[in-house]
């Protein structure tokens, strides 16, 4: 019965431990990486939503339509991500510097990455498209963690982590 006790205890207590929450930007930084990023992305982001799946060896990137019918925002998405998982691969990360700035956290480590040292495959989805970012160097993975929480915050009107319920990342 002991046992039991101890049991239930520890669950008790790993549920109730609170999950890392990226903190959101102030709204004025909202607003302004919205207008910053509507020249960048040609997608609407009032009508996507942006998910960041942190993973062991990078993370993946996915942005979705929140109605799976609007084929149009479909296709931007998808024209979007092939486009810069194309520059990436190239080590060409002035885009989300276009948006977030130069100081974006994990950016500069990601621009100086070699060819080839970080894995970047594109993927269509049904109702959007991913990137996958993976890597076996420890200081390109957390560059990846840091790049993915600073997207977070600064998109946190239109994007989740994937520790969220949301109905699209199921």
């Known amino acids: 019965?002991?046992?039991l006790t101890l049991v239930s205890a520890l669950i008790i207590?790993?549920?109730s431990l609170p999950i890392h929450a990226v903190e959101k930007a102030n709204e004025q930084r909202l607003d302004e990486v919205v207008q910053r990023g509507s020249k960048v992305m040609p997608f609407n982001?009032?009508?996507?939503?942006h998910i960041f799946s942190k993973t062991t060896n990078g993370g993946v990137q996915q942005v979705l339509v929140n109605d799976p019918a609007n084929v149009e925002q479909i296709k931007l998405i998808r024209e979007h991500l092939t486009?810069?998982?194309?520059?990436?691969?190239?080590?060409?990360?002035?885009?989300?510097?276009?948006?977030?700035?130069?100081?974006m956290p994990g950016l500069e480590e990601l621009?100086?990455?070699k060819p080839n040292q970080?894995?970047?495959?594109?993927?269509?989805l049904p109702n959007g498209a991913e990137i996958n970012y993976s890597t076996d160097i420890p200081d390109l993975i957390k560059a990846i963690?840091?790049?993915?929480?600073?997207q977070l915050s600064d998109h946190a009107r239109h994007a989740i982590s994937e520790h969220s319920n949301h109905q699209m990342h199921k």
């Open 1 to 3: 019965m002991k046992k």
């Open 13 to 15: 207590f790993l549920v």
């Open 145 to 150: 963690h840091q790049w993915f929480d600073a």
């Open 118 to 124: 970080i894995d970047i495959v594109y993927k269509e």
């Open 83 to 103: 486009k810069i998982s194309h520059e990436f691969q190239q080590g060409d990360f002035s885009n989300p510097a276009k948006i977030h700035g130069d100081t």
């Open 45 to 49: 982001l009032e009508q996507t939503t």
């Open 111 to 113: 621009r100086k990455a």
